[in-house]
């Protein structure tokens, strides 16, 4: 369990970086700017909701140039966000901000639900561009982006949110091609790379392609790194994270850990996506949680799940069982909410350190 002193010696950490008046990196030259990571708004998570709900806080995350300033004195090397509309000024001025920092800007925008909403898509599409993104992240409709075993009651009901999903990127696609800007479709923790890959070629265009996720299909039993390789020639952006699972009941628990502490190679991942993207730009999405438990030994997981071959079961289970955390992985939800903001400031902190120092980021 994260206990009160592990969140406290967070603090004491996350204060004590914040008093450095330059990141470790600070020195790098400036050709390494365009190869640094950058981060997803999703590792801010707790920040993010505290900002939504209302509460007071000195930096208010949700504001695109406010966490844009927040991620360059980290040494970030860019965002990746939700933009919104804020007007082309806004735009323009958060586009000028990044390009003087160094910094790349990816957005974040929901599909278009049907016919009716592809003015608001077009609407999100032109902010981004004028913020100067070239990709923007997408997911499938909201139950579908989820976790499928946990949303969905039967194979038949999740296929048919699935249809719904690839029909709004059919409809988004003839926008972002008009725009010149792709589409980074993510592998959640919903479709398996086989459903996925039949999406994306369904949909057949230049700018509909992969946010590859590093850590999410180890919910749906599917190799981490044959996952990346997978979806390496497809990759317009990353989501790098590192994963710890543990056994048990009913399945094991999945938890993002800082990079380095996991069990993922990942200067095997950082390679492999680059060997086939040189310029595809990585985003941290280290989001400090509690676990999450995938029961892969329920009836519930499996009435969506019944055409995954049984040894994709196995070949996870010996994952866990050899390579699982023997001490309990961290919680949090029960600390008080400045040492769960701590702890989220530290985790990318540490993540940003050990990208800069072992993966060339």
Sequence with gaps: MYSRREALLSITG?????????????????????????????????????????????????????????????????IQMT???????????????AETYGM????????????????????????????????????????????????FNSAAEFHEVCEQG??????????AARHKIRLALENHKDQRVPEMLETLKRVSSEYVGVCVDTGNNIALLEDPMEVIETWAPWAFAAHLKDMAVQECEDGFLLAEVPLGEGILDLPKVVQTLRSRHPEVHFSLEM?????LKVPCLTDKYWAVMADVPGRDLARTLRLVRARGRKEALPRISQLPLSEQFAAEEENVRKCLAYAH???DL
């Design 166 to 175: 690839r029909r709004m990127l059919e409809l988004a696609e003839p926008v």
């Design 357 to 359: 120092e072992h993966l």
């Design 287 to 291: 989001m400090t949680r509690d676990p």
């Design 104 to 151: 790349f800007v990816e957005a974040s925008i929901g599909l278009p639900k049907d016919q009716s909403d592809l003015e608001r898509f077009g609407a999100d599409v032109a902010m981004a561009e004028n913020s100067g993104a070239k990709v923007i992240r997408v997911l499938f409709p909201s139950r579908a982006s989820g976790r499928r075993y946990e949303a």
């Design 83 to 97: 933009v919104g509309r804020r007007g082309e000024s806004y735009a323009v001025g958060l586009r000028r901000q």
């Design 14 to 78: 996350a204060a004590a970086a914040m008093a450095l008046a330059k990141p470790i990196w600070a020195q790098a030259s400036p050709e390494s700017k365009s190869s640094r990571l950058g981060i997803c708004s999703d590792s801010y998570a707790l920040r993010f909701r505290a900002n939504k709900d209302g509460g007071q806080d000195k930096e208010r995350f949700t504001e695109p140039l406010e966490f844009l300033d927040h991620c360059h004195r980290l040494g970030a090397g860019g």
